[in-house]
């Protein structure tokens, strides 16, 4: 198929048919394309969506006829997580990779308005990986561990009435990034004619809100009446179950009950067959190729073109990667010479605003050491006339001090001569 597809996009519509005169051999490629893909195993990824005590982990175990270890999760989070688990799987010669990723406390919180926002980035980081891994200059998809979500199995209680709003919020933003298949949970807790009509209310809400979920594909004539017909049964009403009881002379899987019992695998009780034959044996390739063709192409044309990347020019005409790559190269390199020259120009005004504050504080610092200059000259001033006033004291009380002394020693003199008569009459 993928040959075929190639010659047709090389020769297009212009190829001429021509017969073959014997035996070629070239019809040995389904048989390679077979041999090849059993050799490399599969890969298949469920993402399991519900809230807890629906049975989900139970209704894995019993889809795959297997017991999946795995710890007991604690549903006191307060937000979704998302708990990843992968097994390898064999069946004949045929390995199957299988992941099932479970929401461990959807619906637990009070507050449940963000509840999808966990699982939409769960299932984008898994298209971002792959992305991440395409866009590498050295690529190894052919042995790359693909966790694009393939299928997700919506877990729905079995009220009977209507949707919840959680239900129809958490599909709505999911529809457009994984194939959305409704099952109705334990569907044994109501009866036949609830069933009936809440089957017909789910259908109508889905279409009432515009929740585009996984349609089985009915363009391949091999599956297209079985497809059709189990289009009218969505969404599943399941019940699941490891319990085996016997049941005449065979043991089959079942649900015991004080009034009776549920075989799972009985099309009378519940539609779980019908949910594996559409899920496993028969659409698990198309709901592989969904997941690539659509799903993810959507995802990446939406990231590419953010980054800039188009397939055409504004005048409509084709544009090739590299062209976008040397186009967007030129615009950035635009971008950054234009913020160069911002920043150069910024930082040139902003030298120009330092100097000038550097000038401006220049000034004011000159014309502060003036002031101070002055004052301290006036100081300088006035110590001078203070210093010279007191040496014109210190002169005077010397000239007074002198002159004390001369009439002191003049005092005396004239004192001595006197006692000195004195005497000279006393002798005489």
């Not at 996009?9 to 077979?34: I, N």
């Not at 889809?63 to 708990?83: A, I, M």
């Not at 809100?209 to 017909?229: H, K, R």
């Not at 519940?270 to 192409?297: A, G, P, S």
Request: with cysteine.
């Amino acid at each position: 198929l993928e040959y075929h597809g190639m010659c047709e996009t090389s020769l297009g519509e212009g190829a001429r048919a021509v017969p073959l005169a014997g035996h070629v051999g070239f019809d040995s490629m389904p048989d390679q394309l077979v041999n090849k893909s059993v050799n490399h195993g599969f890969c298949f990824n469920i993402l399991c969506i519900g809230e807890t005590g629906l049975g989900k982990s139970t209704l894995m175990d019993t889809l795959f006829n297997t017991k999946f270890e795995g710890e007991p999760t604690q549903h006191n989070q307060p937000g979704v997580q998302l708990k990843s688990n992968t097994y390898e799987l064999q069946e004949s010669n045929v390995r199957l990779m299988l992941t099932v990723v479970n929401t461990v406390g959807f619906g637990d919180q009070i507050n449940k308005e963000d509840s999808y926002k966990s699982i939409v980035e769960f299932i984008d980081t898994q298209f971002e990986a792959y992305l991440q891994e395409e866009l590498k200059i050295k690529r190894t998809l052919h042995s790359y561990h693909d966790t694009r979500i393939h299928a997700c199995l919506y877990f729905i209680a079995p009220t009977g009435h209507s949707l919840k709003s959680l239900d129809l919020v958490t599909m709505k933003k999911l529809d457009s990034k994984v194939n959305i298949i409704p099952i109705i949970a334990k569907s044994d807790a109501i009866s036949k004619s609830e069933l009936t009509k809440f089957k017909i209310k789910i259908t109508s809400e889905l279409v009432s809100n515009g929740v585009l979920i996984y349609q089985f594909p009915i363009d391949d004539e091999t599956v297209a009446e079985i497809n059709s017909t189990m289009n009218a049964h969505l969404p599943f009403a399941v019940v699941g179950s490891t319990e085996e009881v016997k049941i005449g002379n065979k043991m089959v899987k079942a649900r015991q009950y004080p009034w009776g019992t549920v075989q799972v695998e009985n099309e009378n009780h519940c539609d779980f067959v019908k949910l594996r034959e559409m899920l496993i044996r028969v659409n698990m390739e198309d709901l592989r190729e969904q997941t690539h063709t659509r799903h993810y192409e959507l995802y990446r044309r939406c990231k590419l073109e953010e980054m800039g990347f188009k397939d055409t020019d504004p005048d409509c005409k084709p544009f090739s990667l590299q062209e976008t790559y040397e186009a967007k190269r030129n615009e950035f390199m635009g971008e950054l010479q234009k913020k160069e020259e911002e920043m150069r120009q910024m930082f040139v005004q902003r030298v120009k605003e330092k100097e000038a504050e550097l000038k401006e504080a220049e000034k004011e610092l000159h014309e502060k050491f003036d002031r101070l200059k002055k004052l301290h000259q006036d100081e300088k001033k006035k110590l001078e006339d203070k210093k010279k006033s007191l040496d014109d004291e210190l002169n005077g009380f010397k000239q007074k001090k002198t002159a004390a002394e001369l009439l002191q020693s003049q005092a005396l003199q004239a004192g001595g001569s006197t006692t000195l008569k004195r005497d000279k009459e006393r002798k005489k």
